[in-house]
């Protein structure tokens, strides 16, 4: 079993950067990453505070597809978006036949292979659970239509990616995550202050994805395709005194519809928004206003159902991570805490959203 990378050492993590990197620091703490190890390191030359990024390859991230991840990265860097930049590598990772990013790094982890990279900090605080402000909507629809703009001409993936939270099958997999919830209620591993209302959600992410499956994926290959981020959400946005000060983690990022990319950031915008439609409706206008190449009307008329979608795929997977996450694995409470955000704004439009969607 490989090495897990959250036990290198502040000695091993300086070698890396500075073998690898050309860059002498000194390690500081690991931060919060869902895969990849972050470890924030201060340089030397007193440049100005880093992270170094690592992880293990796996199916879904192979060497060929990481250094891709971090060639769309640097589009959106250089696009003058808020995005970390990238400390080159001393010898980088060359794909083979392939263009290389130049940042990323193969490092011996005691015989493992491990995947890493150098780049800056960027300010700021998560944005997810911090009070919000008036117009964080507007501001999202901005930072997606920029973000939009400037991967339209990135070239695709090395091979096709798909993953549970891939747009194109959003409906399949709600549906896959509610099986997974009726039978854990089934097997009475659903516990009681999960709230009577399970059931009743479930049955309502149902009709959702029942309706992206008849209304949105049929429509899906006649609409533009581009390199998308595909996960713009509060989680992966930092704030900092009234504005966005970062968007991270692009290891989701694939070729999909363009609609993907507005259709997610817009539905991360109505959590804990006291009218979550019209902070939708503030985030659409402010995207179609922001953008090079605004949505096409095709494209406008699927977004808030598919942005529906998105959220029961949120809420049922991380509903199902929680009931089978182990007892006391933090993955149960931080499964259970997406949930508890994400129910009440399902529970809040999706009769309007679906009902709509029907009538059109």
Same mark, same amino acid.
């Given at each position: 079993?490989p090495?897990?990378?959250h036990?290198?050492?502040r000695?091993?993590? +300086? ?14 703490g ?19 505070r880093?992270?170094l ?6 199916? $879904?991230?192979m060497?060929?597809h990481?250094? /891709? ?6 589009r959106?860097?250089?696009?003058g ?12 990772f ?6 290389s ?8 982890i ?6 890493f990279r150098?780049?800056e ?10 009070d ?7 501001q999202?629809g901005?930072?997606? $239509?920029?973000l939009?703009?400037?991967l339209?001409a990135? $070239?695709p ?7 549970p /939270?891939?747009?194109?099958?959003t409906?399949?997999n ?8 009726r039978?854990?209620?089934a097997?009475?591993?659903v516990p ?6 399970l ?30 981020h ?5 989680f ?7 504005r966005?000060?970062?968007?991270i ?10 609609l993907a ?10 959590l ?8 939708f ?10 953008a090079?190449?605004?949505l096409?009307? $095709?494209?406008a ?6 942005a529906?979608a998105?959220?029961?795929l949120? +809420?049922?997977? /991380?509903?199902a ?11 149960a409470?931080?499964g ?7 129910w009440?704004?399902?529970r ?9 969607a029907?009538?059109?």
């Open positions: 079993m090495r897990p990378l036990s290198l050492t000695a091993e993590i +300086a070698e890396i950067c500075a073998r690898h990197f050309g860059c002498e620091v000194s390690a500081g690991f931060m919060a990453g869902e895969i990849a190890v972050n470890v924030a390191v201060e340089p030397a030359d007193g440049a100005g880093l992270v990024k690592g992880e293990y390859p796996n199916p $879904a991230m060497p060929e990481a250094d /891709w991840v971090c060639r769309v990265q640097q959106a860097h250089a696009a978006l808020p995005v970390a930049g990238q400390r080159p590598a001393v010898e980088p060359a794909p083979p036949g392939g263009e990013s130049g940042v990323l790094a193969l490092v011996d005691d015989g493992e292979l491990a995947m150098l780049q900090y960027l300010p700021g605080s998560v944005a997810a659970g911090r919000s402000y008036p117009d964080y909507p507007a999202v901005r930072l997606a $239509a920029r939009a703009d400037a339209a990135a $070239a993936e090395p091979a096709p990616v798909l993953h /939270w891939a747009f194109e099958t409906g399949a709600v549906a896959f995550a509610c099986d997974r919830i039978t854990l209620e097997a009475g591993r009681a202050d999960y709230g009577a209302a059931s009743a959600d479930v049955a309502l992410a149902r009709r959702a994805a029942l309706a992206f499956e008849r209304r949105v994926r049929p429509r899906l290959p006649e609409l533009p395709r581009q390199v998308v595909q996960d713009v959400n509060d992966n946005l930092l704030v900092a005194d009234g966005i000060t970062g968007l983690d692009f290891g989701d990022c694939r070729s999909a519809p363009r990319e507005a259709a997610i950031a817009g539905s991360y915008t109505m804990g928004r006291a009218d979550p439609r019209a902070a409706a503030a985030f659409a206008a402010a995207y179609q206003e922001a090079e190449h605004p096409a009307p $095709a494209e008329r699927l977004i808030e159902l598919s529906l998105r959220l029961c949120n +809420a049922c997977t /991380w509903t991570r929680a009931l089978t996450a182990g007892h006391g694995d933090p993955q409470e931080y259970r805490a997406r949930m508890r955000r994400t009440p704004v399902v809040a439009v999706a009769a309007a959203v679906l009902a709509e029907e009538a059109a």
